[in-house]
């Protein structure tokens, strides 16, 4: 059983998945206790481990930072909305990953939109689905398979996108 | 003057090095617009400019430049018109109501010919 109360970590705001150092790569029991610092140092290395979600995590994490005309033409920041509502779904992504065991839910690509919003692409298998997180973190996206060609769909809440997304690489 | 653009000339995009994927190819988010004011995605007319004087004129050496060719747009609904400025005598634009499955389109038939990083 692992501890974590520092802000180091911050494993009880569900960021240290998301931290620096990577993300866990099975899942920690988490109590209330101060560690020492030793404590820390075998955690990190223990639990913390290099994601395939982490290069896409980073990369929705820095779009923030654009400034007002990011791509030369006259596109918008990307909002805060856009960025947390990216992770919320890479992180529960993750956890599924981790349950299953499996590395194909992890993102192919991800891309900053000109609307202040992001874009997160999945492949598998010749299928591939882009999801596209609005400024106000709103969920669409484009579905392409070899069959079927492209379909939108409309989605109403992170629930529906998640199985979307399972649904076409999972 | 404002010249016609016929279907095989290139147009080039300049491309944030974000919007091009591991694989090289072009992210659809190349192509999608802010929403204000309208559906207008701004273009060079390729045989009016380099692909590195693209980039020197926004001043922007760390971007990519892709190309594709006028007709894809026009066939699916988009109007090419060269709309020249003292600035770009070679800017163009892509006008029409853009969806989802269109900038899926115009990226998928989007070329990189100029890498990002290329100039720098």
Redesign the interface.
């Known amino acids: 059983m692992i501890a974590v109360t520092t802000s180091d970590i911050r494993l009880n705001e569900g960021y240290a998945l998301f931290s620096e150092a990577g993300m866990k790569s099975r899942p920690v029991t988490v109590v209330q206790q101060t560690l020492t610092h030793a404590d820390i140092h075998s955690f990190k290395r223990i639990a913390l481990q290099p994601s395939p979600f982490a290069p896409a995590v980073s990369?929705i994490d820095a779009?923030g930072n654009l400034p007002a005309g990011?791509?030369?033409?006259?596109?918008?920041p990307i909002t805060r909305d856009a960025v947390d509502a990216s992770r919320s779904i890479l992180y529960r992504l993750h956890e599924a990953a981790l349950d299953r065991g499996t590395i194909a839910l992890a993102p192919?690509?991800?891309?900053?939109?000109?609307?202040?919003g992001v874009?997160i692409?999945w492949r598998r298998d010749g299928r591939s689905i882009?999801l596209?997180i609005t400024p106000s973190g709103s969920l669409?996206a484009?579905i392409?398979d070899p069959l079927n060609g492209?379909m939108?769909r409309e989605f109403h809440s992170p629930d529906a996108a998640i199985a979307a997304i399972e649904a076409v690489i999972g | 003057l404002a010249e016609a653009i016929l279907d095989e000339d290139g147009l080039y995009r300049?491309l944030?090095p974000?919007?091009v994927?591991?694989d090289g190819t072009v992210?659809?988010?190349?192509f999608?617009?802010?929403?204000?004011p309208d559906d207008e995605i701004?273009v060079h007319l390729a045989r009016m400019i380099t692909p590195a004087e693209a980039l020197r004129i926004?001043s922007?050496p760390t971007?990519g430049v892709g190309e594709l060719a006028a007709g894809v747009p026009r066939r699916i609904g988009f109007d090419v018109t060269h709309v020249p400025t003292d600035l770009d005598p070679s800017h163009s634009l892509i006008a029409g109501k853009n969806?989802?499955?269109k900038c899926?389109e115009l990226a998928a038939a989007t070329s990189v010919v100029l890498a990002p990083g290329s100039l720098t």
Do not use: I, V
């Open positions: 990369r779009f990011w791509d030369s033409y006259d596109a918008r192919y690509h991800a891309a900053p939109s000109p609307d202040g874009a692409e882009e596209w669409s484009a392409d492209t939108e | 300049r944030h974000a919007c994927k591991p992210s659809s988010s190349a999608k617009t802010n929403n204000h701004s926004s922007r971007f969806t989802m499955s899926l």
